[in-house]
């Protein structure tokens, strides 16, 4: 017995032929036995010729055919007729019993795919734009993508799912701008999706600035920002202003008088003023309103200068031994 073709595919719907032939030289008519190998195996039809012995299981009720060579013919292919199939045949003279195996696969046909996104425009350097191919029926698919025509595998840029399924543009340039296709093939076809465009437009020179260089000057900002505390300054004493001279609402009551009288010194024999001033404590009961006293309110509140002449030829006295007052007034 010999199997021309061990590998069969059949769609959904349609006809399988798993093809046998075998060579006897005994008139008699072989006994034909087919299996669908499962984890018990399922006898399908069993013969003598053409002629089937007992009944059929009731999946398989008006759908087998066999033939005097021992073909098996399924009609109106399931998923679940996908397997692999024993076949025996013998001869009552023959010595040897021939026995063989085909495997069928059956399949949906592909309907034809179209491309699915969120937009057909996009913008210049936009993250992760995603194109599925996505179709209707059809099993044991594969996936292919073509830009421009041309195929597009895994590069830098263009990433594709494991299943081939997505692809993903990582960060889209202007010469990504061009037209997109998908193919899908299975066992039993194949179909190409509508090409469809994927419009790209340029974004402003100031947002290519902002996206490269910003960003670094946005984490520095915000990691002096994390970083910084305000400084906490200790309250410094105000330093109140001189009572004597500027505070005149509380101006405590003057109980003295000073007199200022030039201190001599002798240069070359010759007494002559300095610019020290000795000052000399006068008695409260002296007149306040002195000409040569100090200490009026007016006088407090302008306070005086003095100014030394360095020329001064004239001599103090004293009088009942307290210093006299100089008859020159300084100013």
């Known amino acids: 017995m010999t199997i021309p073709n061990t590998l069969i595919r059949g769609t959904v719907g349609g006809e399988a032929l798993l093809s046998v032939r075998y060579s006897s030289f005994s008139l008699d008519l072989p006994v034909i036995k087919w299996q669908l190998q499962r984890?018990?195996?399922?006898?399908?039809?069993?013969?003598?010729g053409t002629d089937i012995i007992g009944t059929l299981r009731p999946e398989y009720r008006d759908r087998i055919l066999v033939f005097e060579n021992g073909t098996l013919l399924l009609h109106n292919l399931r998923l679940s007729d996908d397997g692999i199939y024993d076949v025996e045949i013998s001869i009552t003279d023959d010595t040897f019993t021939g026995e063989g195996s085909i495997t069928l696969t059956v399949d949906e046909s592909i309907s034809r795919?179209?491309?699915?996104?969120e937009s057909s425009s996009v913008l210049e350097l936009s993250e992760n734009v995603v194109l599925n191919c996505s179709h209707d029926n059809g099993t044991r698919t594969t996936y292919r993508w073509f830009k421009g025509g041309k195929p597009l595998t895994n590069v830098t840029r263009f990433t594709l799912s494991p299943d081939q399924k997505l692809l993903t543009?990582?960060?889209?340039?202007?010469?990504?701008?061009?037209?997109?296709?998908c193919a899908v093939e299975n066992p039993v076809g194949n179909m190409t999706s509508l090409p469809i465009r994927l419009t790209?437009?340029?974004?402003?020179?100031?947002?290519?600035?902002?996206s490269t260089g910003g960003i670094f000057l946005l984490i520095t900002l915000v990691t002096v920002c994390a970083c910084w505390t305000p400084s906490k300054k200790r309250n410094q004493p105000v330093q109140k202003p001189l009572s004597r001279f500027n505070d005149h609402s509380h101006r405590s009551p003057i109980s003295h008088t000073d007199d200022v009288l030039p201190k001599m010194t002798e240069q070359n024999g010759i007494n002559s003023v300095t610019s020290l001033y000795v000052l000399q404590q006068k008695e409260p009961s002296m007149d306040d309103s002195s000409s040569n006293s100090i200490g009026s309110p007016s006088e407090y509140d302008h306070p005086p200068c003095y100014t030394s002449f360095p020329n001064y030829n004239g001599s103090l006295t004293q009088s009942n031994g307290s210093p006299a007052h100089s008859s020159h007034r300084y100013t």
């Open 200 to 210: 790209v437009y340029r974004r402003s020179s100031l947002y290519i600035i902002l």
């Open 113 to 117: 795919p179209y491309i699915d996104m």
């Open 169 to 181: 543009i990582s960060r889209v340039l202007m010469a990504d701008d061009d037209i997109y296709s």
């Open 39 to 48: 984890e018990k195996s399922v006898t399908l039809v069993q013969s003598i």
